[in-house]
């Protein structure tokens, strides 16, 4: 049954939700289960308030996409629904793309994305009669992690891009013991892989055609790379910041070798200090409307207080 | 009434002719799928390109060349150390073992074959692996090594059964013979009863490989999946990616139509042919068999 949905082993929250079951999560699966719950918290809200009233009329959003984003996306629409009965929200992962796609389609009203849409998929849409909107809706960084037994306290960017591409294979040549470099990384289809090439490894230039090197082992989930990590003191590995475990030890990132050594938490993404964080977005079919604006600007202003509980970092200025 | 039994019988056969016609056109259906979605990655990507070292789909480098002989590096290691622990096995259940042990160690062996592939691969990722890297001392557990190990562990169950039924179908007066000839026990067992059922044992091999070529989340899990050539012995105990690991890991997010699709493909008709041509191996073995009635 797990082999039958390859798509589903790209999931983040994966680790979290189905752990030791199997490390190879359905995030469907996951979402469909706690939608199930959402909805069942929000049938017994509607009745506490509605206080036996008929109820009002039902409205339903939904909404798909980044499997990183999945899980806060749940949390939102839970809450959300708690404190409005008469509006159902479906939530469910599959990846950005899955969700970019669904919107090009026109099957469903919100998209979630770890990235920002490609002029090639704008281009799509707007032939369907459709304008995405894009909404900035938390933050999310990026962490570096190694075994807790490695003695390197911090890298460098231009270090990192060093490491990843091959050309520093020793934890001696960045200060640390004489052990060869292996290179964890998510596979090549999630979003976080390709931030990571894109603003760490090519550091942002355009131009840099460099790559992973052909050595980096490519995990299926977070779990493959935090048990790896656990486990192996030669290990160097990244994931979003959410999803790292306490028994990974998380690397202080700085700009240049001058420092500082950064260390990523809500305070250092929100002021820029720490180098690896990206916004997560959600998209909407043309200028949102009725439910589906009601929704966007409660998840934007009060929704905030909930964004650092999932482990993201919540906007500037919103977080509870 | 006669009648009534005579329409009955009509209807079950067409039902059971329906039946088998539709399995073998469901077969054909999925192979004309399989290449129409996966034969123009052929035409996309020029050959050259397609059997080269670099696995980039992302960044539009289809280099398929690692993945194959990934698969086959794995696949490969894994029969060589199924093999004799498999045959071993099936003498011991067969030859050896006394009935109460035969009773209690076939069941056990069928059980082995119903594990889940994923139970394995964690197994394989939390325990295998490390253990891997401690006693070789490699940079990584994670390794082609390692998915050997636990693909020999997923085919034995299928080598074992299947060699037993061979050594099974080796009549009794071979054995009678043996003995009566003054050989020993493990005389007979060696040079009399294995050899004439290594025909049957070999299907068990051709089989046990197909049943390891094909496994993905088992491999995707202990394997590392990094797209490096295996080049020399040396490679075995360094990371690699599968053909099966490769498409399970990528099919989820990948655009339909374009060409990382159709490549993905392109791998699953390339994989399909290796798988067919084991089966068609073991298929000629089985053949044989029957023409020589399991003897040579």
Known sequence: MFEATPGSLTDRGESRTLGAVSGTGKSRIVAMACMAAALTIGCTDRHAANGGRAPETQVSIQNTGSDTLVNLALAWAERYMSLNPQVSISVTGGGSGTGIASLINGTIQIANASREMSGEEIAQAEKNGITPVRFTVALDAIAVVENPHNPVQGLTLGQLSNIYTGKLKKWASVGGEQRPIVLLSRESNSGTYVYFLEQVIRGGVAKDTSLFAPETLLMPSSEGISSEVRQNPNAIGYDGLGYVTSDQKVVAVARTPEGPYVLPSAGTVLDQSYPISRPLYMYTAGKPAGAVKEYLDWVMGEGQQIVAGVGFVPLKGKGG | ?296
């Open chain 2, 1 to 296: 009434m006669k009648r009534r039994r005579h329409f009955s019988e009509f209807a079950v056969e067409t039902l059971i002719r329906i039946l088998g016609f539709s399995t073998i056109a469901f077969v054909l259906l999925i192979f004309l799928f399989l290449l129409r979605e996966g034969l123009p990655v052929f035409f996309e990507v020029p050959p050259g390109t397609l059997f080269s070292a670099h696995w980039y789909p992302t960044y539009g480098i289809f280099g398929t060349l690692p993945l194959i002989l990934g698969s086959i590096l794995v696949t490969l290691v894994s029969i060589v150390i199924a093999l004799p622990l498999g045959v071993a096995t099936a003498v011991f259940v067969r030859e050896v073992a006394p009935a109460w042990a035969r009773e209690i160690l076939k069941p056990i062996i069928e059980v082995l074959a119903g594990i889940p592939s994923v139970v394995l691969g964690f197994f394989g990722m939390t325990f295998v692996a490390p253990l891997v890297r401690q006693v070789l001392g490699a940079p990584t557990g994670l390794t082609a090594f390692t998915g050997a190990l636990v693909l020999a562990y997923m085919a034995l169950p299928t080598v074992i059964s299947v060699a037993e039924d061979a050594l099974d179908s080796v009549p009794k007066s071979y054995r009678d013979a043996g003995l009566a000839m003054g050989a020993t026990r493990w005389q007979t067992i060696w040079r009399v009863v294995v050899p004439a059922a290594r025909s049957g044992i070999l299907t068990a091999v051709m089989l046990g490989m197909g049943r390891a070529i094909g496994e993905t989340m088992a491999v995707m899990m202990v394997t590392g999946n990094a797209g490096v050539l295996p080049t020399s012995l040396a490679s075995l105990f360094q990371p690699v990616r599968t053909m099966t690991a490769t498409i399970a890991a990528e099919m989820g997010e990948v655009a339909r139509g374009s060409t990382h699709y159709h490549a993905l493909f392109g791998i699953g008709i390339i994989l399909f042919v290796l798988t067919f041509l084991i089966n068609l191996a073991a298929a000629s073995a089985i053949f044989q068999k029957k023409r020589r009635g399991g003897l040579r």
